[in-house]
């Protein structure tokens, strides 16, 4: 039970923390293309690729704070459902050049960035 509630509050956060970056990255750049959820989606695929290493492959926190952050925090910042509304709604809008590109830049950087915080882990 405490993992769940766990998980439940690290939800809660990550959550927050996406509406909250997301938002600002859009009232600096506009929203004629999906930067804010692409941006989320990489620090996330990032975090999750470090913190994956230093907190499971090496154990330093209880398995409690694994959850709250890696399924709760991780699991509700990253953003693969809106991702995919995006992408759809370029698509219904004739914006295929825009989905193309946000469906290919978003897998390239979340893949690099998970790639990043893996490597980055492995090094400390």
């Given amino acids: 039970m405490q993992q769940i509630l766990a998980i439940a509050a690290g939800g809660a956060v990550g959550a927050v923390l996406r ?3 997301s938002n600002n990255i859009y009232r600096v750049v506009g929203r004629d293309f ?3 959820t692409m941006a989320v989606n990489v620090l996330g695929s ?3 690729g470090f913190l994956f290493i230093t907190m499971v492959e090496r154990q330093i926190v209880s398995v409690e704070w694994r959850s709250a952050i890696l399924v709760g925090l991780l699991g509700a910042f990253t953003t693969f459902s ?3 509304m995006e992408t759809i709604a370029l698509l219904e809008d004739g914006e295929l050049l825009r989905a193309m590109m946000n469906v290919i830049l978003s897998v390239l950087f979340c893949l ?3 790639w990043v915080g893996i490597s980055v882990g492995r090094q400390l």
Wanted: charged content about 0%; proline content about 7%; overall charge neutral.
């Fill in 46 to 48: 990032l975090l999750m």
């Fill in 19 to 21: 509406f909250i970056l």
């Fill in 34 to 36: 999906p930067y804010g």
């Fill in 112 to 114: 690099v960035a998970t």
């Fill in 82 to 84: 809106t991702f995919s």
